[in-house]
């Protein structure tokens, strides 16, 4: 931290001097505030212009390189003092506001209010402030978007010489973006710790100015929901901490606590649970205190602020990977990915998310796309090295499974997401000793994925966020995730076998390739069960498609471009909900050859995020969420804005769009197949390896029909030309290739471990040796569609849904009104042939029991089921216009169905009808209202995934409602049974109400 006389650029030994010449300006309380030590040194051993800059990357220091000595272990730390903009609320509380875009801010505050902050783009660190004479209680807040994240907004930390600091955690590391100082003259101070990790001390602490803990307001280790801004609800698993933190802590002004396992101390004194509330579960500890008010005359006016700043924290290492193509989209992608790597990069590993939510830890799975991004944008020995660590780390493949507990290796498919690692690790790299060492953990890895292979019944227990593929948590999960989980079995042996047999294990590499090879006859057996007397592969969904794609062994090329025309060409239903499973679905494109579609998927789903927010990718994401969200919006579900999973389009621009691909581990050889098309003309990427840096430039001229690759080779390898046109179908004339100007044959194709079959066979092949050469090739002169350029006229936007040809239009099956004029009010208008009131009817002789539906189903509606949710009554009063109506006579009541607050999935509707009939469903919702006895109120904006019940494919555009405080009915025309989530930004999401009509 420091000072108001020190300037960033200032010397530490200068600072101490200045700081004893202003010492008696500093205000007694501060003064008597504990000096502030930075947890990391300031950026040093660094140039700043040791790079290009790069326009379309996010990262402020993409151009700064460190020098070798550097020990890239140890994080610096950097500073950035002027935010891009600032919003006081209300204005009059603050004079000289436009001062904190200026080096030497000076602003007054004279009244109540708050300054919010924003630094563009989001950065790993921490926030802080200085006031030379704030002698009050002020809170400090940060979040990814526009609105404090929950659980963010703490009383700052004193420290000597005025500087205040927010510390959300004790690791200062959390996704700044924006920042906030609120100042309330009236206000009770409190403290909050939100869900901070098992094991991990955390510290309530009042301000000096205010006094005493007064009292805990919850205090809980366990699975507990909500935050320190919106009210916490007891988690499923919970122990009640309020009454021993009272106890022990009331009356001081901080108090330690923390919890593992069945035993917590708090401020010292252990306690002992009584055993562990809910073992192999992963818990947080939560705490809300509220401090006494200040004194009377403490909370004084006016004081001033003299800095704001975020202070981030980076890993000192180079970009020594680059990309660019013609289409700044991907390139923006590229970067973005790689910074998002960059920032959960830790001295012992990988985070695997950067807003700390409490589940911050290396998790096994999460890291895969994560890893191979680093493995890309940043590659070196030190990078090498710190993959490695994070797979020693998560590696749950030992002999003896007690010794080595892995978060989440419970997961099935994360355990060979694992080992999907360790190949990408060994492929770069090259380092077959410790490859080796690592074979025996992967080989029960695998063998346990095949012991399982096809098991009815399997507890798959997570294969993403998506619902296709069972939303989470699902247990035996749903046919899309087990055969999703089957291919990527069948995937993990190809994979281990091609490892082994470079690393020089012959005979384990045989014996996995047979693996694959039988488990892929096993699955292809497998009759249809969704398509009687259909095709063996008519199962399959988007997700299992690209994972059975991927596996290698499974299709034949004539099925895999059925199933390709089947799935993977509807821009409606390409996304996955989760980035984290895109990368799988875009490496699947990509390996069948279909690589403008691929580039059109990068576009559309992750491209929207790119215009939403600066700096990384997102945990979850529709592209139909950019039709009701602008920029530094907070997303339905709350999901982390900077979750490294979602990293996957960097690793596969570098290896599938320019093509850099090793044929031996740690690139002793290696092939170049740069994909250039009409859409996309021109691809560009350089590479460090263990033998020097690859460089790959490729560009296609259409008016003159060539294509020309420049390649720097540091050791002998291939260049891939694409043999046919996948726009047009036109074929590369062999005759016109050439060298560095003299002609050349192609060579066989080369044994290339590391791509597709499908895709190798796609290309013809030039031998190059160590250098620098152009090779040149030109389409087949009697071919004039390679003159064509393709239709790129914008097919007109859906509801939001960004054009992506070569995706056709995006059409949806069902589409959606909102009616947010008759309000309570609906008969005669809806519910005509039935309707569900969720606990209209309160029990008033057995209210414990809950509140009863009123239920009138047609005959056409075989169920209506609340998969996540639960209902409650809120109340009965006819004179309220948002109150529905009784049918049965005189009144009104309303009821409300919810999963929980903020940050859940949503509440979830499967409603069950006649395939064929056409209807109308209408949900009802209300904002602003709390059920009896419920400490949380309704929505005031909330969103709606729509989904057919059999595919869950989304049917319809997300809609946004908002505005609802007099009730809003929703209605959806469809066919077939629908899923509707109903996903939270604010409070509580859910519905009081369902309607059927027959449609029109």
């Known amino acids: 931290?420091?000072?108001?006389?020190?300037?960033?650029?200032?010397?530490?030994?200068?600072?101490?001097?200045?700081?004893?010449?202003?010492?008696?300006?500093?205000?007694?309380?501060?003064?008597?505030?504990?000096?502030?030590?930075?947890?990391?040194?300031?950026?040093?051993?660094?140039?700043?212009?040791?790079?290009?800059?790069?326009?379309?990357?996010?990262?402020?220091?993409?151009?700064?390189?460190?020098?070798?000595?550097?020990?890239?272990?140890?994080?610096?730390?950097?500073?950035?003092?002027?935010?891009?903009?600032?919003?006081?609320?209300?204005?009059?509380?603050?004079?000289?506001?436009?001062?904190?875009?200026?080096?030497?801010?000076?602003?007054?505050?004279?009244?109540?209010?708050?300054?919010?902050?924003?630094?563009?783009?989001?950065?790993?660190?921490w926030f802080e402030f200085e006031s030379a004479d704030l002698a009050t209680t002020v809170t400090a807040s940060i979040s990814e978007y526009n609105e404090p994240w929950p659980?963010?907004?703490?009383?700052?930390?004193?420290?000597?010489?005025?500087?205040?600091?927010?510390?959300?955690?004790?690791?200062?590391?959390?996704?700044?973006?924006?920042?906030?100082?609120?100042?309330?003259p009236e206000s009770n101070p409190s403290t909050c710790i939100a869900h901070g990790n098992e094991d991990q001390p955390a510290t309530v602490t009042c301000p000096a100015a205010s006094g005493a803990i007064k009292a805990v307001t919850f205090a809980e280790f366990g699975t507990a929901s909500g935050g320190c801004d919106s009210g916490f609800t007891p988690g499923s698993c919970a122990v009640d901490l309020a009454g021993n933190i009272t106890l022990a802590c009331a009356g001081k002004t901080s108090c330690t606590v923390s919890c593992i396992q069945g035993t917590c101390t708090i401020d010292g004194t252990k306690l002992d649970l009584g055993g562990d509330p809910c073992p192999g579960t992963p818990k947080s500890l939560t705490v809300d205190v509220e401090?006494?008010?200040?004194?009377?005359?403490?909370?004084?006016?006016?004081?001033?602020?003299?800095?704001?700043?975020?202070?981030?924290?980076?890993?000192?290492v180079n970009y020594s990977g680059t990309f660019k193509s013609s289409d700044h989209v991907l390139t923006q992608s590229w970067y973005t990915g790689a910074y998002g790597s960059r920032l959960n990069m830790m001295p012992y590993g990988f985070n695997s998310i950067l807003m700390d939510r409490g589940d911050r830890v290396s998790i096994q799975g999460d890291g895969h796309p994560t890893m191979?991004?680093?493995?890309?944008?940043?590659?070196?020995?030190?990078?090498?090295?710190?993959?490695?660590?994070?797979?020693?780390?998560?590696?749950?493949?030992?002999?003896?499974?007690?010794?080595?507990?892995?978060?989440?290796?419970?997961?099935?498919?994360?355990?060979?997401?694992?080992?999907?690692?360790?190949?990408?690790?060994?492929?770069?790299s090259g380092d077959t000793n410790r490859v080796l060492q690592l074979a025996p953990d992967m080989g029960r890895i695998v063998d346990n994925a095949v012991e399982k292979f096809l098991q009815p019944g399997l507890n798959v227990a997570w294969f993403g966020w998506d619902d296709r593929v069972g939303n989470g948590f699902c247990g035996e999960c749903n046919l899309e995730a087990q055969l999703g989980f089957a291919s990527l079995t069948i995937r993990a042996c190809n994979d281990f076998s091609a490892t082994l047999k470079h690393a020089g294990d012959t005979v384990n590499a045989t014996k996995y390739a047979a693996t694959a090879i039988?488990?892929?006859?096993?699955?292809?057996?497998?009759?249809?069960?969704?398509?009687?007397?259909?095709?063996?592969?008519?199962?399959?969904?988007?997700?299992?498609?690209?994972?059975?794609?991927?596996?290698?062994?499974?299709?034949?090329?004539?099925?895999?471009?059925?199933?390709?025309?089947?799935?993977?060409?509807?821009?409606?239903?390409?996304?996955?909900?989760?980035?984290?499973?895109?990368?799988?679905?875009?490496?699947?494109?990509?390996?069948?050859?279909?690589?403008?579609?691929?580039?059109?998927?990068?576009?559309?789903?992750?491209?929207?995020?790119?215009?939403?927010?600066?700096?990384?990718?997102?945990?979850?994401?529709?592209?139909?969420?950019?039709?009701?969200?602008?920029?530094?919006?907070?997303?339905?579900?709350?999901?982390?804005?900077?979750?490294?999973?979602?990293?996957?389009?960097?690793?596969?621009?570098?290896?599938?769009l320019a093509g850099i691909v090793p044929l031996k581990p740690g690139y002793k050889t290696f092939a170049a197949l740069p994909h250039v098309s009409q859409r996309s003309p021109n691809v560009s990427a350089t590479h460090e390896t263990p033998y020097g840096r690859i460089a790959v430039d490729a560009v296609r001229n259409t008016a003159l029909g060539t294509v020309r690759v420049r390649v720097d080779a540091p050791v002998p390898g291939f260049v891939g030309l694409r043999s046919t046109d996948e726009a047009t179908g036109c074929?590369?004339?062999?005759?016109?290739?050439?060298?560095?100007?003299?002609?050349?044959?192609?060579?066989?194709?080369?044994?290339?471990?590391?791509?597709?079959?499908?895709?190798?066979?796609?290309?013809?092949?030039i031998a190059v040796p160590v250098g620098v050469y152009t090779i040149t090739a030109a389409f087949h002169s009697d071919c004039a569609l390679y003159r064509t350029v393709p239709d790129v006229k914008v097919h007109g936007a859906v509801d939001g849904l960004p054009d992506s040809p070569p995706f056709p239009p995006a059409v949806y099956p069902g589409s959606w009104t909102v009616d947010t004029a008759t309000r309570g009010k609906w008969i005669n208008k809806y519910g005509k042939d039935g309707y569900v009131l969720f606990a209209y009817d309160?029990?008033?002789?057995?209210?414990?029991?809950?509140?009863?539906?009123?239920?009138?189903?047609?005959?056409?509606?075989?169920?209506?089921?609340?998969?996540?949710?639960?209902?409650?009554?809120?109340?009965?009063?006819?004179?309220?216009?948002?109150?529905?109506?009784?049918?049965?006579?005189?009144?009104?009541?309303?009821?409300?169905?919810?999963?929980?607050?903020d940050g859940s999935q949503g509440t979830v509707l499967d409603i069950n009808v006649t395939v064929g009939t056409s209807y109308n469903v209408s949900l009802y919702m209300v904002s602003a209202v709390k059920p009896v006895g419920g400490s949380t109120w309704s929505f005031s904006k909330q969103a709606i995934r729509i989904m057919d019940l059999e595919t869950l494919d989304p049917i319809a555009p997300d809609v946004l409602i908002t505005h609802a405080d007099g009730g809003v009915f929703w209605t959806l025309t469809y066919n077939r049974g629908v899923r509707l989530r109903v996903m939270p930004i604010d409070s509580d999401a859910g519905f009081s109400a369902v309607f059927f009509d027959r449609g029109t």
């Open 1 to 125: 931290c420091r000072g108001p006389t020190r300037s960033i650029a200032m010397p530490r030994t200068m600072f101490y001097v200045l700081a004893i010449c202003v010492w008696d300006h500093v205000m007694a309380a501060t003064a008597a505030a504990p000096p502030c030590e930075e947890p990391f040194l300031p950026l040093h051993g660094n140039n700043p212009f040791g790079n290009q800059k790069v326009p379309e990357s996010p990262d402020p220091l993409v151009s700064t390189t460190w020098s070798a000595s550097v020990n890239t272990s140890n994080l610096q730390q950097y500073e950035v003092a002027v935010p891009t903009r600032v919003d006081a609320f209300p204005p009059s509380a603050f004079i000289g506001v436009a001062s904190l875009l200026t080096a030497t801010p000076n602003v007054t505050v004279v009244g109540k209010g708050s300054l919010r902050f924003f630094f563009d783009t989001e950065r790993a660190g």
């Open 518 to 656: 039988r488990l892929a006859q096993t699955l292809r057996a497998r009759p249809a069960t969704t398509v009687p007397g259909g095709e063996w592969w008519e199962d399959y969904g988007v997700h299992a498609a690209a994972y059975m794609i991927n596996a290698k062994s499974v299709a034949t090329a004539a099925e895999q471009e059925a199933i390709f025309h089947k799935v993977l060409t509807n821009s409606v239903t390409i996304c996955s909900w989760s980035p984290f499973n895109q990368y799988w679905i875009l490496q699947a494109l990509g390996n069948l050859g279909k690589m403008d579609y691929a580039i059109a998927s990068i576009k559309l789903c992750w491209g929207p995020m790119l215009e939403l927010g600066k700096g990384c990718f997102w945990e979850l994401f529709s592209p139909e969420w950019a039709r009701f969200m602008s920029k530094g919006d907070k997303a339905p579900t709350r999901p982390s804005y900077c979750h490294p999973w979602a990293d996957g389009v960097t690793p596969w621009l570098t290896h599938s």
């Open 842 to 901: 309160q029990q008033i002789k057995a209210p414990s029991l809950g509140a009863k539906d009123l239920t009138k189903l047609p005959v056409w509606v075989n169920s209506v089921i609340i998969w996540k949710g639960s209902s409650a009554y809120v109340g009965r009063d006819i004179t309220n216009a948002s109150y529905l109506q009784d049918p049965r006579g005189d009144g009104a009541a309303l009821g409300f169905v919810t999963k929980g607050a």
């Open 291 to 316: 401090c006494d008010r200040p004194s009377s005359g403490s909370n004084t006016v006016p004081w001033h602020l003299t800095a704001v700043r975020v202070v981030a924290q980076v890993r000192p």
């Open 151 to 184: 659980g963010k907004t703490r009383v700052p930390v004193a420290y000597a010489n005025g500087v205040y600091r927010l510390e959300t955690n004790p690791q200062l590391y959390e996704g700044v973006t924006y920042a906030w100082i609120s100042y309330d």
């Open 731 to 765: 074929g590369l004339d062999e005759s016109t290739f050439s060298v560095n100007g003299e002609a050349v044959a192609a060579s066989p194709q080369p044994t290339i471990d590391a791509v597709h079959p499908t895709l190798a066979a796609q290309h013809h092949y």
């Open 372 to 428: 191979a991004a680093a493995l890309v944008a940043f590659p070196s020995a030190d990078t090498y090295d710190l993959v490695h660590q994070m797979l020693v780390q998560t590696d749950s493949g030992c002999a003896n499974h007690s010794i080595c507990p892995v978060v989440d290796s419970g997961l099935m498919p994360y355990p060979l997401y694992w080992a999907s690692s360790v190949n990408d690790w060994y492929w770069a």
